[in-house]
């Protein structure tokens, strides 16, 4: 029995480190010369999971090679690991130091994601007032420059959203950006295709300029058919038939995005080697997950740094719909020195949840 229970251990370790050493390295393979690498970098925390299960048990049974061939698999995927899920604490700002909070935001229109009518006052509204940020990035957003009763938007929200964000934007492309210091707009000539957009705008923060990009990359345009198959596959019951039909209905639309991702990547990568200015943040719903192809391209090519990786805590999620539980949007930056924090808000009524980071200029 005890030798039953080795190879067991030395099956699922070969499995698991394989497969996490895949995920925490499947960033590095551009998905338009092959796509699966980024599916599974898609996979890395749940991959961490059986990882750390398989090497506790191989620990508690003494199985010397398993538990070996785990610990080879955490120091490899070790660098991988800590962009999804780092351990930092929060840090606070020297007196007298001049700082920036930024809230990055997928309002999903300001509905309520359910589908539920929306009663009372807007809580995605609620939650943007609450959080206090001095600069809220939003994507697919309207216009908030007029109370929408159709979505709850009173006018005592838009006296408090004119009161404490005096600079707002509202592009009409789904981008919009508040702030309590003055904001121009960056002219960007190239658009991407599909369902991507970018934005981009130039803050004043007392003299201290930082020029902040918005984007929302292509999405994985999954229909109702799409999400319910999903949701069978995390069911259980015919895993095999769920799988089979998973790779033929699901992973075209997914690999076709992450393909999208890697070409809207460069062209992000030209705009920000176009920019001269000291302080770059780069934000929003990147629809992929910290070590993707697009977001370390991102921070190699373009000296970006991820504000998750500098000031965030353990694993995370910001889509919560449909239990696709990714950590899809990001917040980047350059030119300051990490974040003194970073969090997810677990609030609003978006299919998304809030970002927010606090910087030191």
Known sequence: M?????????FAALVS???FVGAALGGRVDPRVWSWPGVLAMTLTAWAGVLAVVTVLAGLTRSWVPLGICVI???????????????NGTRSAPEGAETLSLLTYNVYGFRDYTGEPIEGDNQTVAAIIAAGAD???????????????MIGYTSVQADSL??????RRFNGNGLGIMSRYPVKPIKITEKPGGTAVFAGWKIDVDGNEVDLYSVHLQSFGLDSNDKQ???????????????????HELMPKVTHALRCHADEGEMLQRIIAADSCKRVIVCGDFNDVPGSYVVTTLEKECGLKGAWAGGGCGPTWTYRANRFYFHIDQILYRGMERPLWTRRLRTGESDHYPLESMFQL
Not at 2 to 10: S, T, V
Not at 162 to 167: A, D, E, M, Q, W
Not at 231 to 239: A, I, P, Q, S, V
């Open 229 to 247: 198959l999903y949701r069978n596959l995390t069911d259980g019951g015919d895993l095999k038939r769920n799988v089979t039909e998973a790779r």
């Open 162 to 167: 004119k009161r404490i964000y005096p600079y």
């Open 135 to 149: 600069v809220v990035a939003m994507q697919e957003c309207v216009s908030l420059e007029k109370p929408l009763p």
């Open 73 to 87: 698999a955490w120091i490899a995927g070790h660098s991988g690991m800590m962009a999804v899920s780092p351990f």
């Open 2 to 10: 005890r030798k039953l229970i080795k190879i067991l251990l030395l």
């Open 17 to 19: 480190g394989i497969c």
